[in-house]
């Protein structure tokens, strides 16, 4: 962003001698330094959000930013030192088929200030499109990043979610993964505590009470993220992420698939064969489907897309 130039701000330079100005002269410099100052920030957050939403690829419906983890962590930690909070959703195949279904989700997604691919057919899908995702960025991935920044930085964290003992492992996990790491707070909520006024104000009232930086919320989408659009107004200067199993898997109660097979795309089966009965359907029958015509799609536009322009 360029700075004012020179003509505008002569005018009201504060180095002018003050004999040349009168006090309600002096009173209207002070004004207009001060429309000078945020005229010129207003426009820095126009630029910003303009080129967030440049960087940013529709795929599967949704909006996604095209950053890599080390960039989501830089980005959360310099909005933090800024006292600027936000939100973070990992889309995958299985969330961009809800979001095709229901245009609330959709728009959900969309307003969230980062959004990044858990999932390698968007990355794939991306990439036919032209405009390639960098890598897959996953809620067990972010979970390990974002509190080894905050330990870093003495910035404290938050867990909601998992069944009883599981987020209380968690933490335990990433303190000792972090020396230093201040969790401030576990809390793992009944199911369906979101429908009780009592249960969703004592989650609330504890989660400010601890007044924590980051909160990492594995509920499932989208509970998990209707649920920090509730609570955001509550912390405005903190970072929600909706991490899914991210608290299980850091807790070592589940098991995440070897990296060569999130890799190369496979994990939804390592999980299928861990988790068959729970998982077969929304896999095979839901999921699949829906990664194929997704996949195949991109590579209709891209191919058809090229013709066109050709």
Request: a positive charge; charged letters at 20%.
């Amino acid at each position: 962003m360029a700075e004012p130039s020179p003509a505008r701000t002569a005018a009201v330079n504060p180095a002018t001698p003050v004999w040349l100005w009168s006090e309600a002269a002096g009173t209207q410099v002070a004004a207009a330094q001060a429309a000078l100052a945020r005229a010129g920030r207003a426009r820095v957050d126009r630029v910003r959000v303009d080129r967030a939403r440049r960087d940013r690829v529709r795929v599967g419906g949704v909006l996604l930013d095209r950053l890599t983890e080390a960039q989501v962590v830089a980005r959360v930690m310099a909005a933090l030192e800024r006292g600027t909070g936000g939100h973070v959703v990992t889309p995958n195949v299985d969330i961009c088929r809800a979001a095709a279904r229901d245009p609330s989700l959709r728009a959900l997604i969309d307003a969230v200030e980062l959004a990044v691919a858990d999932g390698m057919p968007l990355v794939w899908a991306s990439r036919l499109l032209g405009r390639p995702l960098p890598e897959r960025v996953t809620g067990a991935d972010l979970i390990w990043s974002l509190t080894g920044a905050a330990a870093a930085r003495g910035l404290p964290v938050y867990l909601i979610g998992g069944p009883p003992g599981v987020a209380e492992a968690a933490r335990d996990a990433l303190c000792g993964r972090h020396p230093g790491l201040v969790v401030a707070g576990v809390h793992a909520p009944p199911y369906g505590f979101e429908s009780s006024p009592a249960a969703l104000a004592e989650v609330r009232g504890r989660l400010v009470a601890a007044r924590p930086s980051l909160v990492f919320v594995g509920l499932g989408f989208p509970r998990q993220d209707r649920l920090v659009a509730e609570l955001r107004a509550d912390l405005p200067g903190a970072w929600f992420v909706g991490c899914g199993a991210a608290i299980a898997f850091a807790a070592g109660s589940v098991r995440r698939a070897p990296g060569w097979m999130g890799d190369h795309g496979l994990e939804w089966l390592f999980r299928l064969i861990s988790e068959p009965q729970r998982l077969a359907r929304r896999y095979l029958v839901d999921d699949l489907p829906f990664a194929l015509r997704l996949l195949s799609g991109a590579l209709l536009r891209r191919t058809f897309g090229s013709r066109s322009r050709g």
